[in-house]
Structure formats: structure tokens, C-alpha cells
């Protein structure tokens, strides 16, 4: 699709070429990041995949994406859950091998959501070896399980614009209404401490051993601290 460049702002056509320029000359990088719900990932992925010129891949999106795209690896998966079965090991990773192969991932990517398992992990390494390439660093986003419980269950929003509160660290001025237009904040549902500590113990149960497997390529970085904090930690662990 033609853009017209005259409707651009030059500022903005400035900036592009500066991030152009700035990506051509940016080191590869092939990264693994890990942590619970509620650590950060979200917030802290976009800002890594923008300023090492990465691509984001999250297995939930990359598993629709090839079903859309009615990719090799997407029509394999799509026939196992039109069957009603979980899509293994190897048709998950053959979806990763396709996307990390996309023009968007040439200076490397972010995998988040993959592996999951010490058997994703040996696959994910087997497929990149054929590239003679390897994971460079995998970064584990901890926090403490009770803290992140207060984070999850503690999380209340206004429906209508999507403000969130906390009502054990960022309370609303008078409890269970919005500060700005007085009507009344809900909790989700899939907020619940019972759900959020099943969720934990899954977690762990299936990071530890793959933690382990990659041994000194993980970066333990710990994710109670301001953003910029854990941004910069992550940076450093990336030299």
C-alpha cells in the first residue's frame, strides 16, 4: 500500500529514518522472556522489542496468525483443534520457526509464551541451530508470589474508560468508585486468589526445569521495582 509522503509530518519522516538507520546497525538478539501473570512482561517486552529493533512473538498471537494465514504449520494446527486436541510440541514450534523467519524478526525477536517446557526448549534450540543461531539470553521477570497476588486481586477498573486502581496500592478517593466519574469500579472475574494461585503453581511446576535447562543464559531480574528500574536491569543484561 502507497503512503503519501507529503501528508507526513516531516518530523515524523525524521524520526523513521533515525530508527531505520539506528536498527541497521543493531546488534542481533534472540531472546526468551518468562514471568507470571502480572509481572511486567507486557509492559516491559514492547520497550526491549522497540529500542533493540526486535519482533514480538507471543505464541497465542503466532498460533492465530499461521491459522489465518493458512500457513503449513497453521493448517496442521487448525485440523488438531477443529479434532478438539491440544496442538503439540513440534506444530507449535514449526509456528515459531515460521514467524521468527519474517522480515520484522531479521535482527532477532522476543518470544514470550515459548517455550513452556524443557521438550519446547531442546525443539526451539534444534530449529535455530539450523540457522546457526542460539538464544541469547533469557529473562525471567520474579516476583514474589504474595505480592503478586495483592497486584492481581487488588485490581479493580472502570468499565467505561479502563482506569484501574488497586486497592491495596493505588486505592480510589472514596472505595469501589471511579475518582473521575463516580460510578461504580468492578473486579474481573478471572481475578480471584484461588484462580491466580492455580495459575502460579502451574507456572512454576513448568518454568523451573526450563529455567534450569538454560542454565547461565537467564537473567533473574526482580520485578517489584519502578519500571524504568527493571527496564534498565534488563538493558544491562543484555550487553
Known amino acids: 500500500m502507497s503512503v503519501e509522503l507529503s501528508k507526513i509530518a516531516t518530523i515524523e519522516l525524521v524520526r523513521e529514518i533515525q530508527r531505520r538507520l ?3 546497525e543493531a546488534p542481533e538478539k534472540r531472546i526468551v522472556f518468562f514471568g507470571p501473570p502480572g509481572s511486567g512482561k507486557g509492559t516491559q517486552a514492547p520497550i526491549i522489542k522497540d529500542e533493540y529493533c526486535l519482533c514480538h512473538l507471543s505464541t497465542g498471537d503466532m498460533l ?3 491459522v489465518k494465514a493458512g500457513t503449513e504449520m497453521g493448517r496442521k494446527a487448525k485440523s488438531i483443534m477443529d479434532a478438539g486436541k491440544l496442538v ?10 515460521e514467524a ?7 535482527n532477532g525477536f522476543i518470544l514470550d509464551g515459548f517455550p513452556r517446557t524443557v521438550n519446547q526448549a531442546v525443539i526451539l534450540d534444534k530449529l535455530l ?3 546457526n543461531v542460539t538464544i541469547d539470553r533469557v529473562v525471567n521477570l520474579d516476583i514474589d508470589d504474595e505480592l503478586l497476588i495483592k497486584r492481581v486481586t487488588g485490581r479493580i477498573i472502570h468499565p467505561g474508560s479502563g482506569r484501574a486502581y488497586n ?3 493505588n486505592p480510589p478517593k472514596v472505595a469501589g468508585v471511579d475518582d473521575i466519574t463516580g460510578e461504580p469500579l468492578i473486579r474481573r472475574g478471572d481475578d480471584t486468589e484461588e484462580k491466580l494461585r ?3 503453581n502451574e507456572f512454576h511446576a513448568k518454568t523451573t526445569p526450563v529455567l534450569k535447562y ?10 517489584d521495582d519502578d519500571i524504568n528500574v527493571i527496564t534498565n536491569k534488563i538493558r544491562e543484561s543484555l550487553k
Open 22 to 24: 539506528a536498527c541497521a
Open 64 to 66: 492465530r496468525d499461521a
Open 129 to 131: 541451530s539450523k540457522e
Open 214 to 223: 538454560y542454565g547461565d543464559k537467564v537473567a533473574n531480574i526482580k520485578a
Open 88 to 97: 503439540s510440541d513440534d506444530v507449535v514450534a514449526g509456528i515459531v520457526s
Open 100 to 106: 521468527i523467519k519474517g522480515p520484522e524478526c531479521k
Open 198 to 200: 492455580t495459575r502460579l
Open 167 to 169: 486497592i491495596y496500592f
